[in-house]
């Protein structure tokens, strides 16, 4: 697994499609996805440390795992099939790991709410990383 971090977040709000770009934490490479608006703007939100008076889905997410008494350990986006990416959130619970299924997305915008490190399988990155590869 490579560490990235999240390196550009492009909203268009005229467009049903927007683009965060990850790059590699100690590299040069890096990847654009395509993400919703409203994925976007809860990681530029939670990018910005902007808080709002009730919490949002992915607030809300972040305070179920709290309140479970677990932790986010990791995200990983850990699969690419048909141009699409597929990830997992990583936590911990008394000691046990357990990975849930999610969209690339919701689990970027969940780890810079709770400044988690965000993974990429190295299978993902060869792929996305090739000259011929397209978005």
Same mark, same amino acid.
């Given at each position: 697994?490579?560490?990235?971090?999240?390196?550009?977040?492009?909203?268009?709000?005229?467009?049903?499609?927007?683009?965060?770009?990850?790059?590699?934490? &100690?590299?040069?490479?890096?990847?654009?996805?395509?993400?919703?608006?409203?994925?976007?703007?809860?990681?530029?939100?939670?990018?910005?440390?902007?808080?709002?008076?009730?919490?949002?889905?992915?607030?809300?997410?972040?305070?179920?795992?709290?309140?479970?008494?677990?932790?986010?350990?990791?995200?990983?986006?850990?699969?690419?099939?048909?141009?699409?990416?597929?990830?997992?959130?990583?936590?911990?619970?008394?000691?046990?790991?357990?990975?849930?299924?999610?969209?690339?997305?919701?689990?970027?915008?969940?780890?810079?709410?709770?400044?988690?490190?965000?993974?990429?399988?190295?299978?993902?990155? &060869? &792929?996305?990383?090739?000259? &011929?590869?397209?978005?």
């Amino acid at each position: 697994m490579v560490l990235m971090e999240l390196s550009k977040i492009i909203i268009t709000e005229t467009s049903d499609h927007q683009i965060i770009v990850l790059k590699e934490k &100690e590299g040069q490479r890096s990847f654009p996805i395509v993400i919703g608006l409203n994925e976007a703007w809860a990681i530029d939100r939670a990018v910005k440390g902007i808080t709002t008076p009730r919490p949002l889905t992915h607030d809300l997410i972040g305070n179920v795992i709290e309140g479970l008494s677990a932790g986010i350990i990791k995200i990983i986006i850990n699969d690419l099939r048909n141009n699409t990416f597929y990830a997992k959130i990583v936590l911990e619970q008394n000691g046990s790991t357990v990975e849930i299924d999610s969209r690339p997305s919701d689990a970027i915008a969940v780890a810079m709410l709770k400044n988690t490190p965000i993974f990429v399988a190295k299978k993902v990155l &060869e &792929e996305v990383c090739k000259p &011929e590869y397209n978005i």
